[in-house]
């Protein structure tokens, strides 16, 4: 199981979490990948400057709402 | 601008601030001692007859400043030496007595009570006198007047009165906890029992939120609090104290408007179950009513329970208006989910005891919950927000006829009605202080404002819809 967490501490939330959120949930569910990723939140990553931060394991991304695309792409699709 | 409403509150602040200065610096120990003579430096008397009461009463308030009597498990208590002992709760003729050939203050007397003098004035016979008050409403001069003690006044669950040498003496069978005494005894001589030391020291064991994070969970209603500065400069405070990250308890509460929803579509008739005091008022006076009451936990719970289910390690301190939420933390149901409260008065204290000026910080951000969430803080928005929570559900078929009820008296009235199966409404909100949790005893101000303060906070909300706000909870 991947587990991916998503920053949903206030500062995060208004560069977009939600959308972030929402758009994550989609895709997981349109890959069929609801088995394998676990979609968390976690209040506060310590890194709001660089937010919205999303988590992989030990690795911190950066992620906007217009490149969630790319995003699950790259780190989850590919590696799931 | 006045910080707080009463000197009172500013002593016990005072009080507050010394005992985390020294819990800081892990000198608390050592410094205890000197605390009272900080707060009471003499060599005159300022508040009491003597300096050295007044620092034996400052000694007192350090005790419960450091958590109180350990033996009583209790939020609220009497401090014996500084009740001044007002007079006697007793109803008493005035100089306004004319000495009237009516005498209707007699006739009103079931009693017997009233007798008269040689210069035809009325006395009271104090053994015979109920209290009820008749005689006082018949006077045409407005001559009689009650001299009810400002606690008893206060006390709207009569849980308060004289005890042993006049002093006041709580029955905590009726006690709810919500303060009313503490913020209205003009002598500061009942105190809600702190845990601010506890609040210290989660954040200093946790070394600087390396060995586990520190949660401060924020009552909505501080937006009506701390008005010589930004919320944003209270959230930068909380950070610059230890705290971790700063979560509105707003976001607690949409997730309990969605979930009371449901279940009053379920059950048909609900009690709200947000306000501790309230809770706890059904509970020890209308045994009958407590299967009514919302099995929701509270705002305040239920962003504790969330938070650690995101981080299993962390801790939850929630800081409100509120003494009762002290009580309702140690209930087994809250226990794992909260570990401290704090009062808005605490972390006015907390924060001074760090001798920043809030006002010169920069503003971080809050933001989490929906309007409908924030605004739980006045009376009336918990109603608003089941009725909003029933059509974003889909649940509007049923018909949400709420009472709210705007103080414990109100709530009191309410229960009555529906104990006997003779209330209308189907959802009783109840808030045990005036306003809702804005009145709390723990708040640093209160004030006509407050109100709009909590709508036009509610206002700036990101989420306009508590589905919306939700959504954030993968």
Redesign the interface.
């Given at each position: 199981m991947m587990k991916v967490t998503?920053c949903?501490?206030?500062?995060c939330?208004?560069k977009g979490?939600?959308q972030i959120?929402?758009k994550?949930?989609a895709l997981v569910a349109e890959n069929n990948l609801k088995d394998k990723v676990d979609?968390?939140?976690?209040?506060?990553m310590?890194n709001c400057a660089e937010g919205v931060c999303v988590s992989i394991g030990e690795q911190v991304f950066s992620v906007q709402p217009d490149t969630v695309q790319t995003f699950f792409n790259d780190e989850i699709l590919a590696k799931a | 601008m006045r910080i707080f409403d009463t000197d009172v509150q500013k002593l016990k602040y005072q009080v507050l601030r010394e005992v985390a200065r020294h819990a800081y610096d892990d000198k608390l120990a050592e410094c205890y001692l000197d605390i009272p003579k900080t707060i009471a430096p003499g060599p005159q008397a300022t508040m009491r007859c003597c300096i050295y009461k007044e620092r034996a009463i400052a000694a007192e308030r350090v005790r419960i400043a450091m958590g109180g009597d350990k033996t009583n498990p209790h939020i609220i208590e009497v401090i014996d030496i500084a009740c001044d002992e007002c007079p006697v709760s007793a109803y008493e003729v005035g100089s306004a007595c004319r000495g009237c050939l009516a005498h209707r203050c007699q006739a009103a007397c079931p009693r017997g009570a009233i007798s008269f003098d040689e210069t035809k004035k009325a006395h009271i016979d104090p053994d015979k006198c109920i209290q009820c008050g008749k005689c006082a409403s018949v006077c045409p001069y407005s001559a009689i007047t009650s001299r009810k003690r400002p606690c008893e006044m206060a006390c709207k669950v009569k849980a308060i009165s004289m005890g042993k040498n006049k002093v006041a003496e709580i029955n905590y069978s009726k006690c709810i906890s919500c303060g009313s005494c503490v913020y209205m005894c003009p002598f500061g001589a009942v105190v809600d029992k702190s845990f601010i030391l506890d609040a210290v020291k989660l954040i200093r064991e946790s070394e600087n939120n390396t060995k586990y994070?520190v949660?401060a969970v924020v009552a909505p209603s501080i937006s009506s609090q701390f008005r010589y500065a930004k919320i944003g400069q209270v959230?930068t405070a909380l950070k610059k104290l230890g705290f971790?990250?700063?979560?509105?308890a707003a976001l607690g509460a949409d997730m309990v408007a969605y979930s009371e929803a449901r279940e009053l579509v379920e059950k048909g008739f609900l009690t709200s179950s947000c306000c501790p005091a309230f809770v706890d008022f059904i509970k020890k006076n209308f045994p009958k009513m407590v299967q009514h009451i919302s099995h929701n936990f509270s705002p305040m719970v239920a962003m504790g329970e969330y938070?650690k289910k995101?981080?299993p390690d962390g801790k939850v301190v929630f800081i409100g208006p509120c003494t009762a939420k002290k009580a309702e933390a140690q209930l087994e149901k809250a226990k794992p989910f909260v570990d401290c409260v704090l009062t808005f008065e605490e972390l006015q204290a907390l924060i001074d005891s760090r001798d920043f000026d809030i006002t010169q910080l920069e503003e971080?951000?809050?933001?989490?919950a929906s309007y409908y969430g924030r605004i739980f803080a006045r009376s009336g928005g918990l109603s608003e927000s089941v009725a909003q929570a029933l059509k974003e559900q889909g649940l509007d078929h049923f018909e949400v006829r709420p009472l709210v009820c705007d103080g414990i008296e109100a709530c009191k009235a309410a229960l009555l009605k529906a104990n006997v199966g003779k209330l209308t409404e189907n959802f009783i909100e109840g808030m045990s202080c005036t306003g809702g949790c804005i009145g709390g005893a723990g708040c640093l101000t209160h004030g006509a404002k407050d109100k709009t303060e909590v709508d036009k906070y509610g206002m700036e909300a990101?989420?306009k819809t508590i589905g919306?706000a939700l959504?954030?909870?993968?």
């Open positions: 998503i949903i501490g206030s500062s939330h208004l979490s939600k959120i929402e994550l949930q979609l968390a939140g976690k209040f506060c310590g | 994070h949660y959230i971790y990250n700063v979560i509105e938070i995101t981080d971080d951000v809050l933001d989490n990101y989420e919306d959504k954030m909870l993968p």
